[in-house]
């Protein structure tokens, strides 16, 4: 439930925790992206009520926006983009527009409506930094963390993340990886050394950073805008300092979506499959 809970994690710090959450409050979220080369994806949820009583998946399920209007503007062409269902995704749709593709440079402006509820975003996709190596290291008997090299681009103001998932799991979005945002503002030299962390999941408790032998690992290494890099250091730290993963904190996160909450980022990305030594 990966994505859902990202949603739900979303929601929930935006909103705080005020138990007099009123229907005139509801927003619509999202969570999209479009990457260099990729079609554009988003999600549309809107804000769940934190209130006494326990939530439901009734209640989780009511709050997607499966049936809403998504536009998509670049170049001066707009373009409707329709609800796919996608059952190994969650939630289980997407809205897309398989003859667009994103270009680095382009900016891209969406809107969103769903009902009386409206919301805008816009974001352009920064060039691409290809890793220059990737490899793994093997920490115990069992277990193996998988190390990649780059090079920074001239000047400061760029900025990288790593996503990830493993074949066989049962959800195939690309989870934010621990620890996985860099920004070369911290950077002493143009090459850089980094170690790829599994993403954060919701069961705290067996959660390990490590990959397992004979896994799959699928990488998305991307760069990334200003307003992405402030959502992402916003969510990871709140979500880091948080023993309670659901509520993570009650302060803000930064985002870039006018009308409504969320993150509509462009990202200059590139691909990798790691198979972990058996």
């Known amino acids: 439930m990966r994505k859902l809970m990202f949603i739900l994690m979303l929601i929930l710090s935006l909103s705080g925790c005020d138990k007099d959450f009123s229907n005139d409050e509801i927003k619509l979220v999202v969570d999209g992206y479009i990457d260099d080369g990729g079609n554009p994806v988003i999600f549309v949820t809107t804000t769940l009520p934190v209130r006494d ?5 009734k209640d989780i399920k009511d709050h997607l926006a499966i049936f809403g209007k998504i ?7 707009t373009r409707v983009m329709t609800a796919t269902p996608k059952s190994t995704l ?6 897309t527009h398989y003859s667009l593709t994103g270009e680095a440079g382009k900016s891209y402006t969406i809107d969103v409506t769903y009902y009386d509820l409206h919301a805008t975003a816009t974001t352009t996709i ?14 115990t008997d069992s277990l193996y963390t998988i190390k990649a090299r780059f090079t920074d681009r001239e000047g400061k103001g760029d900025h990288y993340k790593f996503f990830s998932y493993c074949e066989g799991e049962t959800y195939t979005n690309y989870g934010s990886c621990m620890l996985g945002l860099i920004d070369d503002a911290d950077l002493n ?10 993403p954060v999941t919701m069961d705290t408790r067996s959660y390990s950073p490590y990959f397992k032998k004979g896994e799959t690992v699928y990488i998305k290494f991307c760069t ?8 992402w250091k916003d969510f990871e730290t709140q979500r880091l300092g948080s023993r309670i993963a659901l509520f993570p904190s009650s302060n803000n996160i930064h985002h870039n979506v006018e ?3 969320g993150l509509w980022a462009g990202y200059g990305a590139s691909f990798y499959t790691v198979h972990i030594p058996e």
């Not at 536009?71 to 062409?77: A, E, K, Y």
């Open 53 to 57: 009583g326990a939530t439901g998946m």
């Open 71 to 77: 536009t998509i503007t670049v170049d001066g062409v």
């Open 90 to 95: 969650l939630p289980p749709y997407e809205y």
């Open 126 to 139: 920064p060039q691409k930094t290809e890793l220059d190596e990737i490899w793994t290291e093997q920490i």
């Open 189 to 198: 030299d143009s090459v850089v050394e980094a170690t790829v962390y599994r």
């Open 224 to 231: 990334l805008d200003e307003d992405s890099y402030e959502f």
């Open 259 to 261: 009308g409504g909450l």
